[in-house]
């Protein structure tokens, strides 16, 4: 990314170079400019990093707020179904023992009611409710199993949509990276391109200013010179009288009419005055 940006930095200040010439004598040159920048955009949307939206996002989110928000296990035979089953099930063999011990204690007795009939048949049906209470440890084990069961269950859904998701990442990253890679290449592109035409540019420019040569079409695409720039620099040649005469690059000129200041002038800055166009002090 650091060597992308390098290169974008690198061709918008040759843009600039470039464009300053052709502001001396072309204004319209700004609608080339704003065409350039459009283009600029519209490539940069195409290398745009995608961005990441988890599909298992909802879903995670709801079995985690489950796990959390779970209460700690409790045993309610009440309203536990299997217990109700073996309740029914204990108290109306209970009652069935009760009549059957009390009618046979009364068969004993002469057909007569007494209070040891109905002892014994208290006593049939208090065996009947005590092995409904022996079976309580094994309703609460069972419950736990459960309760563990569906806990555990989460979990394991829990694991299973982060683990999707974790995968669905991996995806985006390497989509990322195809994009970073595009990038790199298309910087790669662009700067042998932009140096190709640096050099071509440059020839144009030494050829034009010392000779008064006129560029084709065809020259000044491969070099992205526009037409408003030929002509800008070809006004130095004939300003020199011809023959020659704009070949020579001032290296020093005055700061607003006051001491005379030798200086080395930029690149961009000898393209200013070789089209006949004025530096003003910074």
């Known amino acids: 990314m650091a060597e992308l940006e390098r290169n974008e930095e690198e061709q918008q200040e040759r843009e600039a170079d470039r464009s300053s010439v052709a502001l001396v004598t072309a204004p319209g040159a700004q609608v080339s400019r704003?065409?350039?920048?459009?283009?600029?955009?519209?490539?940069?949307?195409?290398f745009a990093l995608p961005e990441f939206s988890s599909s298992y996002d909802e879903q995670i989110t709801e079995l985690y707020n489950?796990?959390?928000?779970?209460?700690?296990?409790?045993?309610?035979?009440?309203?536990?179904?299997?217990?109700?089953?073996?309740?029914?099930q204990y108290t109306q063999m209970g009652r069935m023992a009760m009549r059957d011990s009390m009618g046979k204690a009364a068969a004993l007795t002469g057909g007569y009611g007494s209070s040891y009939a109905q002892k014994v048949g208290q006593q049939e049906y208090d065996e009947y409710l005590q092995k409904l209470g022996e079976v309580m440890p094994e309703l609460y084990a069972a419950a736990y199993q459960r309760y563990k069961d569906q806990g555990e269950s989460l979990e394991s859904q829990y694991q299973r949509l982060t683990k999707l998701e974790g995968q669905e990442?991996?995806?985006?990253?390497?989509q990322v990276e195809d994009v970073k890679y595009q990038q790199g290449m298309a910087a790669d592109r662009d700067k042998t391109e932009n140096d190709r035409k640096d050099k071509n540019y440059d020839r144009l420019v030494e050829l034009i200013t010392k000779t008064g040569y006129t560029p084709s079409q065809e020259e000044l695409?491969?070099?992205?010179?526009?037409?408003?720039?030929?002509?800008?620099?070809?006004?130095r040649y004939d300003g020199g009288g011809?023959?020659?005469?704009?070949?020579?690059?001032?290296?020093?000129?005055?700061?607003?009419?006051?001491?005379?200041?030798?200086?080395?002038?930029?690149?961009?800055?000898?393209?200013?005055?070789?089209a006949g166009g004025t530096i003003s002090k910074k």
């Open 242 to 274: 011809g023959g020659g005469g704009g070949s020579s690059i001032p290296m020093s000129y005055y700061y607003g009419g006051r001491s005379k200041k030798t200086t080395t002038l930029t690149k961009a800055q000898q393209k200013i005055i070789a």
């Open 221 to 235: 695409e491969q070099s992205g010179m526009t037409q408003a720039q030929a002509e800008a620099y070809l006004t």
């Open 66 to 88: 489950k796990i959390v928000s779970r209460e700690p296990f409790k045993y309610d035979p009440m309203s536990d179904g299997l217990y109700g089953q073996y309740r029914e």
């Open 34 to 46: 704003d065409y350039s920048n459009t283009m600029a955009a519209l490539k940069e949307s195409e």
């Open 169 to 174: 990442y991996d995806r985006y990253r390497d």
